[in-house]
């Protein structure tokens, strides 16, 4: 049984408090001009990765690259805790009064077509194969760098759940999840969306004030999407997370009718 219960915040509020942190210091002067050099090289590796996997290696010239790319990668990351993230303004340019996305070296990644852009804050801004949320005649969607649309312009908003490759999407009041693929794995019908203080998954949600859960797992072995049906939810936290080998079963307590149920979880550690 746990010892202690770890929080279960909303995505919006994990969302919310990784913009203010950001927004409370952005790249200027010599940290910025680093920021661009590293991006550089970064995007620099990038191609060469794909390179290395469209030939099924890791090593180009005797070079192991996806290291390379990593460590690179880990760079900006510090840089980025220890100075602060780009600003909005140096991501994006206007034309004609719409907007469009720059990289982080200032190349157009859009046309200026959009009203508005919402940037999550966390390791992967623009590091990784990336989705844009953008807004278009007064709603919310998001679009891959080739413009195409992933998931439609029909919410009234959407952030990305930080460091992963889901969406939250809003519509009504209610909200839901959509994955990479633009797919909602969690219907747009729920009160609120939370997730561990210390990872993303599994998406635990609220629903007339009962709680259900969903994670990416095998559904024919485990039971990975739950429909609201329990009092309360309890989950492990970060330091007995970490504790867990191997060995271990994963598990979180669910309240229901006053009894507990011990829920096994399947999640790559």
């Not at 203010?20 to 920021?35: I, Q, R, Y």
């Not at 030939?55 to 990668?73: A, W």
């Not at 909602?184 to 009962?210: A, G, Q, W």
Request: net charge negative.
């Amino acid at each position: 049984m746990m010892t202690h219960q770890s929080r279960l915040p909303s995505v919006l509020e994990t969302w919310q408090s990784a913009y203010d942190k950001a927004m409370e210091n952005t790249l200027v002067g010599e940290p910025l001009e680093e920021s661009y050099d590293l991006c550089r090289e970064w995007a620099k590796w990038k191609e060469i990765t794909h390179k290395a996997w469209e030939l099924g290696t890791r090593k180009i010239d005797g070079v192991d690259v996806y290291h390379e790319s990593f460590e690179v990668d880990s760079k900006l990351h510090d840089l980025w805790n220890e100075y602060g993230y780009p600003s909005f303004e140096s991501m994006t340019y206007e034309e004609d009064g719409k907007i469009g996305l720059l990289d982080l070296v200032g190349r157009k990644l859009s046309p200026a077509i959009y009203e508005d852009f919402c940037f999550t804050y966390d390791w992967s801004l623009f590091t990784t194969d990336f989705q844009i949320v953008a807004k278009k005649d007064g709603k919310w969607g998001i679009v891959d760098f080739e413009g195409n649309i992933v998931c439609p312009f029909k919410y009234d908003r959407i952030v990305r759940v930080k460091d992963s490759m889901y969406h939250l999407v809003i519509k009504n009041g209610k909200q839901g999840v959509v994955n990479h693929r633009g797919k909602l794995v969690i219907p747009c019908s729920m009160d609120s969306i939370h997730t561990p203080d210390f990872k993303y998954e599994p998406f635990f949600f609220r629903k007339n004030y009962k709680w259900g859960w969903y994670w990416d797992g095998d559904s024919s072995f485990y039971n990975c999407h739950q429909k609201p049906m329990y009092d309360e939810i309890y989950y492990m936290t970060e330091e007995e997370w970490d504790k867990l080998d191997d060995e271990d079963e994963e598990f979180f307590e669910a309240l229901v009718d006053g009894k507990m149920h011990y829920i096994l979880e399947w999640t790559i550690k």
